[in-house]
Nanobody, 124 residues
Framework: EVQLVESGGVLVQAGGSLRLSCAAS????????IGWFRQAPGKEREGVSC????????YYLDSVKGRFTISSDNAKSTVFLQMNSLKPEDTAVYYC?????????????????WGQGTQVTVSA
């Protein structure tokens, strides 16, 4: 059974850092591109970052470039999102997702597998 489980979301002050984890079971990130998405109350979901299974290329939403870093562990079973210099507007539920060929030129739509989400709240 394929599963994605996110963790690491907490309440943090503006300027702080968090690392989110996405543990994949039933497959490894060698097989699928994996991305991080977020959805804030009353807003549409947006793609934050992704990492390509083909060559490890990474892509970021413009508003998080230079602050967030996506990476995977050596076993490629866990994908991380390191978030630094957090801002109140980063507050959202963060989801990881996986799909094939969905991280080739940017953070593409991922429809195949989704995690349950983890809440990140950044206080001013």
């Amino acid at each position: 059974e394929v599963q994605l489980v996110e963790s690491g979301g907490v309440l943090v002050q503006a300027g702080g850092s968090l690392r989110l984890s996405c543990a994949a079971s039933g497959f490894t990130s060698d097989e699928y591109d994996i991305g991080w998405f977020r959805q804030a109350p009353g807003k549409e979901r947006e793609g934050v970052s992704c990492i390509s299974s083909r060559d490890g290329s990474t892509y970021y939403l413009d508003s998080v470039k230079g602050r967030f870093t996506i990476s995977s562990d050596n076993a490629k079973s866990t994908v991380f999102l390191q978030m630094n210099s957090l801002k109140p507007e980063d507050t959202a539920v963060y989801y990881c997702a996986a799909d094939r060929q969905a991280c080739r030129y940017g953070v593409g739509d991922m429809d195949l597998y989704w995690g349950q989400g983890t809440q990140v709240t950044v206080s001013a």
